[in-house]
């Protein structure tokens, strides 16, 4: 007699295992919060958060996963997002006059693109609880009006080297069909002229006192899937 063997959740098209199998679409709700050289720098966590830093959208977003443990995963991520700072109201006391005076820069307006890998790691055995960092590479298309500084407005390209950091925690509903909610950090590793987030420092002599980077918090709708070759073998 020949018996049929029991089908592994695991194999096919689709996944019941944790979202950390397979490869996968993602379109992200979230909420992006810019930081850096053109910031309310005295004031953005201390009065709360700056709403032209702010950025609400979507993106959409591929992961290839390999996993390299029972409990990590090699990820390759590929994604977009749009930043915004202005700290043209930020003003300054002038000890001599005793009036407040305008020091801001200006404001810049950011659409990126970032590819970035690195390890997923799910902790906790029985949770789908997950801890992400890797390394990645920002292009950045950026429009700018620094005009009390002298320079714009105008435009450039710059690319960036990243390191994201993410956590968050996957929803399993059905088949390959997850939710996640999610926070990270994208902070940029450098900061010259040719290698910014905000176009700024717009020349080689120029001071900045904040790297740049970003933060992000969001609901992700999800479908990831597996190579599916062996599963109709597997299946008897």
Known sequence: ?????????????????????????QLSINAIYYYGDVDMLDQAFVH???QANLSLGGSLKFDYLHQIANTCNLRLSLSGGYLHGNDSARTKLN??????EHIGKGFFKNGFGEASV???????????????????????????D????????????????VLPIEIGYNFDLTRGWFISIYASVHQALMDTPNANLDAY????????QWGDGYFTLGLSFSYRWQYCAPCRLAAW
Do not use: C
């Open 48 to 50: 709360g958060w700056q």
């Open 1 to 25: 007699m020949v018996r049929r063997k029991s089908i592994n959740p695991a194999n096919g098209l689709y996944t019941r295992k944790r979202a950390s199998v397979g490869h996968g679409v």
């Open 146 to 161: 620094f005009s009390r500084l002298g320079y714009g407005p105008d435009s450039k390209v710059t690319v960036v080297p």
């Open 201 to 208: 420092p717009i020349k080689k002599t120029s001071r900045f």
């Open 95 to 100: 000890p001599e006059t005793g009036l407040q």
């Open 118 to 144: 690195g390890v997923e790691w799910y902790p906790f055995p029985k949770a789908d609880f997950y801890i992400y960092a890797g390394l990645g590479f920002s292009v950045n298309f950026i429009d700018y």
